[in-house]
């Protein structure tokens, strides 16, 4: 009778061993900061969303040139913070025209983006993540939450992403650094 217990605690010991594992790797982002010198790249899986005046956006209409992915909602207290940055980021980045800012809402109306945008007076170009599909796609990258923003390369491979607010500076940096061609050093 006693080894009968025994071995029952050891079967409910390893069940819960690898139920614990399982969830751990579903949840842990995939390594996505290499060196721009790297033969192993892991590219940005291509989407399409329409932005808020209905037009459709691929992300490969931007290779070329670096790529800020800002997944975001207005209802996001640290979003909405950010977002002034961003802003500001942007107006200096068309001036240079070798990067952009591609701020993803999830599943939110356009109508309540337009509102936020309009009143806030935000000049960044808005996509609409309607059904939260390209949310989900680039869940597996990092995204635990929002605001999470990720850093292309020009080739379209990750560079890095960040994970809740950052700001001008911190961007601003990141992309001096992709365009002297520098590895990413964490």
Known sequence: ?????????LIAICLLLVAAYTVYTKNKPL????????????????????DLDGN??????????IVILNFWATWCGYCIQEMPDLNELNNLL????????LAIDSKESVKTVRDYITSANIGLKVLMDMDGKVTDLYTPYGIKGFPTTFILNPDGSFYTYISGATNKETLMAIIEKIRKGEPLIK
């Open 56 to 65: 459709k956006v691929k992300l490969s209409d931007y290779r070329g040139k």
């Open 31 to 50: 390594n996505i900061s290499q060196s721009q010198n790297s033969s192993r790249k892991t590219m940005a899986p291509e989407f399409t969303l329409k």
């Open 1 to 9: 009778m006693k080894n009968k217990s025994f071995v029952i605690w």
């Open 94 to 101: 068309k001036k240079g025209n070798d990067a952009v800012i």
